[in-house]
């Protein structure tokens, strides 16, 4: 259940009542903060505290969003009785509204789920949403236990936040928040003002270390905060006692103020080892142009979370490149993979293609950048341009077989003359034989059994595909698409399904996600043809997660369909 509602409508409020009304459960809360909505899954870690145990910084490319999200299903599920809580979620990042979605279309067992948002900053679609309206005037006597004229009721609008502020007089709420800091001592409210550039919960010694102070210094200051009743402490950490009274704290501090506490945290946190992606934050906010170590820790917390939260890798990315010049090669090409990724394809597709113009036709990695390019526009349908883009790029790369195997797919897919796709392939199996690449050659044979409905070939393919490495597979691991591909459209359905296996979980353990939903709808596809119909659904509810998370319409809309038609036939 999802409680929606304008600020001050009393979302919070009911969400922690229910908190307290839900015996038997244990209850997880978390909220995200104003000024933390790049830190990738913030409110589930905030929600699952000692239980989350996932370490964003360790190797990301062994699994993608999807198999985290049923990581976290399964450590949910072995919570037991579970009432998961999750607040202002208008200020949640991408990844931790991805894992939700996640969570609600596949719900553990045990768990219920409430949230709460602002209707005006997100959409939430995948659960029953409860619109939080004005009270009655009537109700807003009860609230206040006092008659309420018509004037104040106008004014409030029927809110109950505006309602108790406006009883109060105008700017009765931020008056008292000044008020309450006003009363505190210089030091104290220095040290409250670096806490609120620390997050919603925070750390006396890092926070110490950031206002130059002593740890007894801060102790003593923090408990002064406790006093104020400003700032509570319990198991966990320290935090404000409600995020206005963190969000007054902070916009307390002059701007210089803020930047010169945010260029300290980013330090204190650097030098106590955290890892980038928990520095860049402060460092969006500290940075100015020109800063290279700025540049250098975004793009290393970029690509260090770029399979887990692609969205926030594509914002990091964005502001090291508004931050160097902008003509940064690999700042360009992480910056068009995570749009990719995150599911922004024609945002990915247009980046790809400017720095395609730009980068020397004889760049090693200029091969890269097409392929992927590639796959963005057959993701979104693009197939005509898929069959341009190999044409052109083969004009000054004559002899590249894997740019000639790519023009041939997509010749095959909109039914070009079968004599030219086999010329094609020729010159790909020669160059590929030349060269000792195996897989390549391999992908070629399967692609040209498919286009003359020849399988002969497809035993010598393979052959060379099972006795590859999994790093040569890895290398070339479209080439075994192709195959395995091939192997379903020409009833070898046990061949496909082995083929189609081997590479998804080579596509897991190297980070090449974005191939995950073509290859899970495939390996279904073979699933059903072997009579395996709970199985193939399964997995084209799996492609269709993939698929949804990569941004590509066509796919999502074409697994969908595959489920509900298979199980129609169950």
């Known amino acids: 259940m999802a409680l929606a509602g304008d600020p001050g409508m009393g ?28 830190i990738p899954f913030g409110v589930f870690v905030d929600a699952l505290g000692e239980h989350w145990t996932l370490d964003l910084s360790a190797d990301l490319t ?32 991408a990844a931790s509204l991805d894992l939700l979605h996640h969570l609600v279309r596949h719900r553990p067992e045990h768990t219920k789920i409430a949230c709460g948002f602002r209707p005006r900053q997100l959409r939430v679609d995948s659960m029953p949403v409860v619109e939080l309206g004005p009270l009655t005037r009537d109700e807003a006597e009860e ?35 000044r008020g309450e800091m006003s009363a505190l001592a210089p030091r104290t409210a220095t040290l409250l003002q670096v806490a609120a550039v620390c997050g919603d919960q925070f750390e006396a010694a890092v926070v110490a270390e950031i206002a130059s102070l002593d740890i007894e210094d801060a102790l003593t200051g923090l408990d002064d905060l406790i006093a104020a009743d400003l700032v509570r402490h319990d198991q966990r950490a320290y935090h404000f006692r409600h995020p206005t009274v963190r969000n007054a704290a902070y916009h307390s501090a002059p701007v210089a103020t803020r930047h010169r506490a945010h260029c300290r945290a980013a330090k204190v946190l650097e030098r106590l080892g955290a890892p980038a992606e928990a520095r860049a934050h402060h460092v969006e906010l500290a940075a100015t142009p020109g800063d290279r170590h700025a540049v250098s820790v975004l793009s290393a917390a970029a690509n260090s979370v770029m399979h887990k939260a692609p969205a926030t890798a594509a914002q990091w990315y964005a502001t090291a490149l508004s931050l160097g010049t902008g003509d940064e090669w690999e700042l360009r090409w992480g910056h068009a993979r995570a749009l990719g990724l995150s ?127 999994d790093q040569d597979v890895a290398r070339r691991l479209e080439s075994v698409v192709w195959l395995a591909w091939s192997e379903l459209r020409l009833g070898k359905y046990r ?22 939903g073509n290859l899970l709808l495939g390996a279904a596809n073979a699933l059903r043809w ?41």
Request: with cysteine; glycine share 8%; net charge negative.
């Open 343 to 469: 599911g922004r394809l024609p945002d990915s597709r247009a980046a790809l293609h400017d720095l395609l113009s730009v980068l020397p036709k004889d760049h090693p990695q200029r091969l890269d950048v097409v392929a992927f390019c590639a796959h963005v526009e057959r993701a979104l349908g693009l197939h005509a341009e898929v069959r341009a883009l190999a044409a052109r790029e083969l004009e000054s790369a004559q002899d590249n077989a894997v740019l000639k195997l790519v023009l041939s797919v997509s010749l095959l897919q909109v039914m070009e003359p079968a004599e030219t796709i086999a010329s094609l392939l020729a010159d790909v199996k020669a160059i590929a034989r030349a060269d000792g690449d195996v897989v390549l050659e391999a992908g070629a044979a399967a692609v040209a059994s498919l286009s003359d409905g020849d399988a002969s070939r497809l035993e010598f393919a393979a052959s060379a595909v099972d006795g590859a490495t």
């Open 11 to 38: 979302k919070s409020t009911l969400l922690t009542a229910l908190t307290h009304s839900t015996p038997g459960h244990r209850v997880l809360s978390g909220r995200m903060g104003e000024f933390e909505r790049s």
């Open 530 to 570: 072997l009579g395996c119909l709970r199985e193939a659904c399964e997995g084209a509810a799996e492609s269709a997660e993939a698929a949804f998370l990569g941004g590509s319409k066509d796919l999502h809309a074409l697994t969908l369909s595959r489920c509900h038609s298979w199980l129609f036939d169950c």
């Open 495 to 516: 061949e496909s399904l082995r083929h189609y296996e081997r590479a998804l979980a080579v596509a897991r353990a190297t980070g090449q996600h974005h191939m995950l």
């Open 62 to 93: 062994a699994a993608g969003r999807h198999s985290l999200h049923r990581e976290i299903r399964s450590l949910l599920n072995g919570l037991g009785e579970v009432l998961l809580v999750l607040d202002d979620l208008h200020w949640a990042d």
């Open 143 to 177: 609230l206040l236990g006092t008659p309420v004229s018509q004037a104040l009721y106008d004014e409030s609008g029927g809110n109950p936040f505006y309602l108790e502020t406006l009883a109060g007089g105008s700017e009765a709420l931020q008056s008292a928040l």
